[in-house]
Nanobody
């Protein structure tokens, strides 16, 4: 079994910063892509940022220059540093990982439970 444990959400004023963490544990052989998605009320879940095992990074246009994604492969952990936060960034943020649980080529996808980020104006 695999678990993703997220932390770091909360309430912050506009212009402030938060750092999200997501640690994967359990039956893991290797992790491919790790990423963060968010979902605001009444909206679809959207990609915020993702990072591959080789360090290739993709950001949503709305967060470029403000958010930074990074990962610690030794700890199977992905981080999201969020600066210059805006009220529009308010959402539930979910961690997502694509991984191998054995030497098989099959890729498993796991989601975290979500952490609330609220930015007040």
């Amino acid at each position: 079994q695999v678990q993703l444990v997220e932390s770091g959400g909360g309430l912050v004023q506009a212009g402030g910063s938060l750092r999200l963490s997501c640690a994967a544990s359990g039956n893991i052989f290797s992790i491919n892509t790790m990423g963060w998605y968010r979902q605001a009320p009444g909206k679809q879940r959207e990609l915020v940022a993702a990072i591959t095992s080789g360090g290739i990074i993709n950001y949503a246009n709305s967060v470029k220059g403000r958010f930074t994604i990074s990962r610690d492969n030794a700890k199977n952990t992905v981080y999201l540093q969020m600066n210059s936060l805006k009220p529009d960034d308010s959402a539930v943020y979910y961690c997502k990982t694509d991984m191998h649980r054995s030497s098989s080529s099959f890729v498993y996808t796991y989601w975290g439970q979500g952490t609330q980020v609220t930015v007040s104006s």
